[in-house]
């Protein structure tokens, strides 16, 4: 077992490490040039940022002083998120890049021809002043080497048209022995954008005709190759930070009010209607803390529900650190109660305590076990599955074994997948939470890999379960294809 846990540990640390070197690579090594500035402080970044993401993941693991694990999650867990997207983003740039150098090589060629070709020769006294232009020049030539151009006493016009020349050259092709292909850079970049050609030619006439032949290339002074990185880097920069910014906003503006009305056979006429608004993972930490507990309480009582059902990870912390941040739950308003089963990170930081403290806002805990709700139905909750471990977890005889199955029954579990007990056991409804929907797309499709039902309202048999995406966010503070959401969950009668 424990040579499973080191194999493990080394295949995501050497997955790690490759995927910060594509990083960097594509966004550094390929945008700037040896020994600058900017390549400094991006290899820099490259280097810092991860260390900041497993501090944040550690700390708290470690026991450290919780004003530390504030100072580290922020970057270290926004960084994951950033990752993750500029990882998408670059790897869908793979496919622009070819795209967009044969679209800049038509351009090049085409502007080329168009400066190289042959002007219309004028007729009369014009075209016999070309000819002795052009007598004269050749006996320039004979007069010196050729090729020596303005620096040996030719024309500006002259020496322009071998700068231009030689300006195209370059940008279009690479000499001998230098890299050629999609990642080749040309000796000549630098950090500023400093490109191909030699000196300018005095004159006036040069200067514009070296200009125009530089301008062959993407921007003035910059190689096509150099050109190409810089503009996919910068869009897959904007879209994985837009992407994270957005998703962000979304966890700290707090989650959105969801309605589902579910039909249960067994509900009695008496309970048609009877409102349930679920809660789960809100995830109080050293990101998410009181105010965010005080927008849920908010959020619940404006719906007026006839119960609230908290269903698993409340907290990532001890009651030491966090337990201020929970008291606005003592603010819940409902009918019938408020009630509360552990999850899998109450188990992470000290289940037993933050029992007893949410007994002392006012919410009742489930340990598996069963209360009868006014109106007809039996409400059931049971201890997370991650409590096995530590002599608990799930007890469904104990929670709904000597219970009548006349009766409809309600079964608050927070992971999903302990469904097929609640389906021996005859429960009508499961309500959980857990997989947050998947919190940041693709991740969705990897919760459906561990999770019977991801989001929504599904059915096993005679039993229905309904899993909430959360409230809150685990690790980054950041949802992308699943928001978050507070459920009111209204229960139908068929006898109505």
Known sequence: ??????????????????????????????????????????????????????????????????????????????????LLYLVLALLAGEAVRPVLRRVLDRRDRAAASGRYAEPSTPSGAAAT?????????????????????????????????????????????APAGQPSGPDATTDTDTEAGTGTGGPAAPGGEAGATGGAGGAAGPAAGVSRRLFVSRVVGGAAATAALGTVGYGTYGVLRGPRVKRVTVPLAKLPR?????RV????????????????????????????????????????????????????????RSRHGSFFVTGNHEYFSGADEWVD???????????????EIAGGFDLAGVDDVAGEDEGQGPDFAKALGDRDRARAAV????????????VEQGVDLQLSGHTHGGQLWPGNHLAELANPTVAGLERYGDTQLYVTRGAGAWGPPVRVGASSDITVVELASRQA
């Open 411 to 422: 079964l608050l579990a927070h992971q999903p997948v302990v469904i097929h007990d609640a």
């Open 1 to 82: 077992m424990a040579a499973v846990v080191v194999l493990v540990i080394i295949l995501v640390v050497s997955l790690l490490a490759g995927v910060h070197w594509y990083v960097w690579r594509r966004l550094v090594r390929d945008t700037t040039a040896p020994g600058g500035h900017a390549r400094r402080l991006g290899t820099a970044a490259i280097w810092v940022l991860p260390v900041l993401s497993f501090a944040a993941l550690t700390s708290g693991r470690v026991g450290a002083p919780f004003w530390l694990e504030r100072v580290l999650a922020w970057p270290g867990y926004l960084w994951l998120a950033v």
């Open 270 to 274: 008496a309970a048609h209607g009877f």
């Open 129 to 173: 002043g070309t000819a002795a232009a052009r007598a004269s020049g050749a006996a320039g030539d004979r007069r010196r080497p050729a090729g020596a151009g303005a620096a040996l006493g030719g024309t500006a016009e002259d020496a322009g048209a071998d700068h231009g020349q030689a300006a195209a050259v370059a940008v279009d092709s």
């Open 277 to 332: 608004a679920v809660v789960s993972d809100i995830h109080l930490g050293p990101i998410l803390g009181r105010a965010h507990t005080q927008r849920i309480v908010d959020s619940i009582n404006a719906t007026q529900p006839d119960l609230v059902a908290v269903v698993g990870d409340l907290v990532d912390g001890s009651v030491a650190d966090l337990g201020s941040a929970a008291e606005p739950l003592a603010r819940l």
């Open 357 to 371: 403290h949410v007994r002392e806002l006012g919410l009742r805990p489930l340990r598996n076990e069963r209360v």
